[in-house]
């Protein structure tokens, strides 16, 4: 092989490798960037379920009263949890589903995806991984609804 060819294979082998190293770097900054945003969302959901009068400036008009409001904004803290341990690779789809189903046997948490699962829908949609959540939820809300 000539010292040229060895150098040429030497250089596309780095080079590989770096945008290797570059990529992984990227998914492992946009992990962190979900992380963080994720916890700015857990502790306004902490904050508004612990704070009457926080709660009441976000209570949607339909939501009959505060206390009601803040026991869904408790269920989406509970389903957010779980969200971010999905995404970050702690909960695979089967245990997805099996924690899905234990958050949805409580009343309150089917009531807060009546309210709000279309909107998660929405939200979810063109994010795979979002979306395979959210149906995960959907299937588990409607078991129990049938129970």
């Known amino acids: 092989m000539k010292v040229s060819t060895a150098v040429l294979l030497a250089g596309t082998a780095v080079a590989g490798i770096g945008t290797a190293r570059f990529a992984q770097e990227r998914r492992h900054q946009q992990e962190?960037?979900?992380?963080a945003l994720a916890h700015k969302q857990l502790d306004w959901l902490?904050?508004?379920?612990?704070?009457?009068?926080l709660a009441?400036?976000?209570m949607p008009d339909d939501?009959?009263?505060v206390e009601e409001y803040q026991h869904m904004l408790h269920?989406?803290?509970?389903?957010?949890?779980?969200?971010?341990?999905?995404?970050?690779g702690f909960v695979n789809d089967e245990k997805l589903r099996l924690l899905a189903s234990v958050l949805m046997a409580r009343e309150v948490t089917r009531n807060y995806w009546k309210r709000f699962g279309s909107f998660r829908a929405e939200e979810a949609?063109?994010?795979?991984?979002a979306e395979r959540f959210t149906e995960a939820l959907d299937t588990a809300a409607r078991a129990h609804t049938t129970d």
């Open 56 to 58: 009441k400036l976000w």
């Open 63 to 65: 939501v009959d009263s």
């Open 32 to 35: 962190r960037n979900h992380t």
């Open 46 to 53: 902490k904050w508004t379920t612990s704070n009457s009068d």
């Open 125 to 129: 949609a063109g994010d795979k991984r």
């Open 75 to 88: 269920a989406n803290h509970q389903l957010c949890a779980l969200s971010l341990r999905h995404r970050l």
